[in-house]
């Protein structure tokens, strides 16, 4: 299981775009206003930053997972801590994407279809492909998803030049001000810092060496598009209409037409969007099971697949209704994994890691 | 053996591929075109639908006969939209489906009643596009309106829609922009207004197959407060006036008339700059400075249009013509209703966003306050072909 500097590209970028379109507009847009883009920039900047400190931690012990690593740094113990903690982050946002994802497709294309069977299908192709494919698989998935969403972003944007309002823009800052920016900045941040998963990625590489840049770079387009995006659905809804739709994106796609005959293309932009969820899910069931087997010393991380995807299943169909995922990205997600996993043990890592190499050099 | 287990997965998978828990027969839905809303008893709404019907649909005419009516009406009462369709489901046959839904009416009490508590379930459900023209029946109700055939559009309700786009207002993006006025502090909502008429001006309105069809027209525009109540109408060209200061008024034709000469000029680039000035006592200025340009239609005069200086008379013409009617608009909304439809407010929000914080409060006292200055700048780009009109003789021209 191999991965290239070209595929770790793609995977960030692929895995990233879809479900920040979908879920942090709405939020950004309601604490930021009109000023969301800055939000969206800023949070950019610093989520380059937080894949950089990552793979530049992973890259002290190329070749080593996470799971391998965080031991010989912190010791046994405080190395299975730091472990366990990305564990349950791992665990916990499977379940919760799972459970999105199928709330989404039944709420816009699939009204009657039970929930357990969207959650089911999205599972069975997530163990077809880390069963069979592996991160390679992954890898050379979103080496032909990527494109495909880059360029249906990229064609949307240029159906709707029309109907862009300019004035949406104005008054820059001074309805908002430093802190709404900043909260605004939260949400594109926690998603963006989900990149710390280089932790684990970069021990895939063929050429480890290349990994901080291809990642940054990864994460830079990702977030690229995704302000893009933003200022795509201020210039067409306005902020006051984004920060109440629950998926604005959806909205202003749907909004596109184009000399009255291309008319209702949400519907692509949603099959676009799976692609990129799809990535985004086995990405994690792949960590999480691995990491797992990895941390029980199970040798072959195949056969716990079963076991992780029958608690998946049930952890998605549990959560009594749609609230609950959204406390979860609202609570867990930026109050402790966003701190703690993405910008707190990652620093961590790489400072102690470094100390520790340079230690071992001198004597 | 692994092959067999294989095989009867991919034959078990046949049976989600059909997607059985959701499939929608394009002849088990009724396609909803045209939404109505009225008053009902108990603060209730009537809602109305207009219905096309798929087999009278069809362009190709088969010979003779009578034309078929290429859609029906059916309406009726509830609590709120979903409660009435629930209701409309008991008499009609397939399911509504409202993807295709393009143009909402609201009947005149239910426009006065307000909309504030109705509305949400166009954007809570997925399949209704935001893209949609709203309207007010003038004097009337919705559901008579959405009854109205018309003989060039089979579902009639097309006919609103091209109505409105030809006459250069904001067609499909109404929706929108209401719902854009309601969440604003400094723009007040208004909605294009349809009237009942006929096809011939001044005859006796016959039925739909006589000489004399009824016809829904476009009659000018409601204003609505921020609680979203209809609080009066304007006519058509007072629309345009409007429009063209919010500077999205896509054409316009103005006309003069002395006693020796009547003259009118077809504008295709319009816009609209508004520059705010706020005194040291507080007094709200805004100077409007509406541009147009566009090609002259008819010059009844022996001014020959070739000379520049004939040119720059009829072009002074128009200014003055346009700029006192725009004025007088503008007057008319500030003093009789001090609603601020043209988005005055929002102007200062971007332009001045530090003194917006303090009046946004009570936009609605400042606004009549306000001291409003139209200017206007005309051009005349294209002449047309001749230079003077051909019936005048070579003495009564005036190079």
Redesign the interface.
């Known amino acids: 299981m191999k991965l290239s500097g070209l595929q770790i590209f793609w995977l960030m970028f692929t895995f990233e775009t879809g479900n920040m379109i979908l879920l942090t507009l709405s939020p950004t847009f309601q604490d930021a206003k009109q000023d969301a883009w800055i939000s969206f920039l800023l949070a950019s900047i610093l989520g380059t930053l937080i894949v950089f400190v990552s793979s530049k931690a992973a890259l002290l012990y190329p070749g080593k997972t996470l799971i391998e690593y965080s031991k010989l740094i912190f010791g046994k113990w405080l190395g299975i801590l730091i472990v366990i903690v990305y564990l349950i982050q791992w665990y916990s946002v499977i379940a919760d994407i799972l459970r999105e994802f199928a709330e989404f497709t039944i709420?816009?294309?699939?009204?009657?279809?039970?929930l357990w069977?969207l959650v089911l299908?999205m599972l069975l192709l997530l163990i077809y492909i880390t069963y069979s494919g592996g991160i390679e698989g992954i890898g050379r998935c979103s080496e032909v998803f990527g494109p495909i969403i880059l360029l249906s972003v990229f064609i949307l944007l240029i159906l709707s030049v029309s109907?862009f309002n300019y004035?949406n823009f104005?008054?820059v800052f001074?309805?908002t001000g430093f802190v709404p920016i900043l909260k605004g900045t939260v949400h594109p941040l926690s998603f963006l810092g989900e990149s710390v998963m280089m932790l684990m990625l970069l021990s895939f590489m063929d050429q480890p060496n290349k990994g901080p840049k291809r990642a940054v770079l990864g994460i830079a387009a990702a977030s690229c598009l995704v302000s893009t995006v933003a200022i795509w659905v201020l210039l067409i809804?306005?902020p006051?209409?984004a920060s109440?739709?629950r998926h604005p994106a959806?909205?202003a796609v749907?909004?596109v037409?184009v000399m009255d005959f291309i008319?209702?293309l949400e519907i692509l932009a949603v099959l676009v969007w799976l692609l990129s969820v799809f990535i985004k899910l086995s990405l994690y069931f792949f960590l999480a099971n691995y990491g797992t087997a990895q941390l029980l010393h199970i040798k072959n991380w195949r056969k716990l697949i079963w076991v992780t995807s029958a608690f998946f299943f049930v952890l998605a169909v549990i959560f009594p209704n749609p609230t609950y995922t959204y406390i979860f990205d609202n609570t867990f997600w930026i109050y402790f994994a966003l701190p703690v996993n993405m910008v707190g043990i990652p620093l961590l890592l790489w400072f102690v890691g470094s100390l520790r190499k340079k230690y071992q050099a001198n004597h | 053996m692994r092959k067999i287990i294989l095989r009867l997965g991919l034959c078990l998978s046949v049976l989600f591929i059909s997607g059985c828990w959701d499939r929608k027969e394009l002849n088990e839905q009724a396609l909803w075109i045209g939404s109505g809303w009225d008053v009902a008893k108990n603060d209730g709404v009537e809602l109305s639908g207009q219905i096309v019907i798929p087999s009278n649909i069809q362009t190709q005419g088969g010979g003779g006969g009578l034309m078929q009516k290429g859609f029906f009406t059916i309406s009726a009462k509830g609590k709120n939209l979903s409660d009435a369709l629930q209701n409309i489901q008991t008499k009609l046959s397939r399911e509504a489906f409202s993807g295709q839904r393009r143009v909402i009416i609201f009947g005149e009490q239910f426009a006065r009643r307000g909309l504030k508590r109705q509305l949400d379930n166009s954007q809570r459900r997925a399949d209704v596009s935001l893209r949609s023209d709203v309207f007010v029946i003038k004097g009337s109700t919705a559901k008579k309106a959405l009854s109205v055939s018309n003989p060039l559009e089979k579902p009639p309700i097309a006919a609103t829609l091209g109505e409105h786009k030809i006459s250069g207002g904001r067609g499909n993006t109404a929706y929108l922009s209401l719902l854009m006025a309601a969440t604003s502090d400094g723009l007040r909502p208004s909605i294009p207004v349809l009237e009942f008429s006929s096809s011939l001006d001044g005859e006796k309105k016959g039925n739909e197959n006589s000489a004399n069809p009824p016809l829904l027209r476009l009659a000018g525009v409601a204003i609505f407060d921020k609680n979203l109540k209809m609080q009066g109408l304007l006519n058509m060209e007072e629309n345009r006036h409007m429009l063209w200061v919010m500077g999205i008024l896509q054409n316009l034709t103005i006309s003069f008339k002395k006693k020796d000469m009547n003259a009118s000029l077809t504008l295709n680039k319009l816009s609209s700059k508004i520059e705010p000035h706020i005194s040291k006592n507080q007094q709200i200025t805004f100077t409007v400075t509406l541009k147009g340009e566009g090609s002259l239609k008819e010059n009844n005069s022996g001014l020959d249009v070739q000379s520049p200086n004939n040119l720059k008379r009829l072009e002074k013409e128009f200014e003055k013509i346009s700029q006192k009617q725009v004025q007088q608009t503008v007057t008319k909304v500030q003093k009789k209703y001090g609603l601020d439809i043209f988005g005055l407010g929002e102007v200062i929000h971007r332009k001045k966003p530090n003194q917006w914080k303090s009046l946004k409060y009570d936009w609605d006292k400042r606004f009549p306050e306000a001291d409003i200055i139209v200017k206007t700048d005309i051009k005349i780009k294209e002449l047309g072909m001749d230079g003077p009109s051909l019936l005048f003789k070579e003495s009564e021209i005036k190079k």
Do not use: C
Request: proline share 10%; hydrophobic share 35%.
């Open positions: 709420t816009i294309l699939l009204p009657t279809t039970p069977v299908t109907i004035k104005l008054p001074s309805d809804l306005g006051e209409i109440k739709l959806f909205d749907s909004y037409t008319q209702n």
